[in-house]
Nanobody, 130 residues
Framework: VQLVESGGASVQTGGSLTLSCAASGFSLDDNYVIGWFRQAPGKEREGVSSFSTGDGRKFYADSVKGRFTFSSDDAKNTVLLQMDNLNPGDTGVYYC???????????????????????WGQGTQVTVSS
């Protein structure tokens, strides 16, 4: 299993970016939970968005709800994170991660528990300046 993020860049407040996570070694038709996490300098890694194939639910951190959108391009085996109206608080390294299994009815806290995720990408840097 390999996850490769791309799309990070430096933008100004109010700008937009689309992050991609190219997945290999498994199919987006499998049963899994995939999440986007971020880590700002000096802070713990936090969950940003996650999706479970078991029940089709998506979760967003309160800080990004209404601004970030999770989607997937099954033909390319890629998941995307559209980020709009960015602010300096969104600065950090963004990672995608996955764990496998049929997961139904998992709550938001569990979906954002990084310890559950077995495979991680190398991360992509997002910097938002004021």
């Amino acid at each position: 299993v390999q996850l490769v993020e791309s799309g990070g860049a430096s933008v100004q407040t109010g700008g937009s970016l689309t992050l991609s996570c190219a997945a290999s070694g498994f199919s987006l038709d499998d049963n899994y939970v995939i999440g986007w996490f971020r880590q700002a300098p000096g802070k713990e890694r936090e969950g940003v968005s996650s999706f479970s194939t078991g029940d089709g639910r998506k979760f967003y951190a309160d800080s990004v709800k209404g601004r970030f959108t999770f989607s997937s391009d099954d033909a390319k085996n890629t998941v995307l994170l559209q980020m709009d109206n960015l602010n300096p608080g969104d600065t950090g390294v963004y990672y995608c991660a996955v764990f496998f299994g049929l997961n139904i009815g998992i709550g938001k806290r569990a979906m954002f528990d990084s310890a559950r995720y077995r495979y991680w990408g190398q991360g992509t840097q997002v910097t938002v300046s004021s």
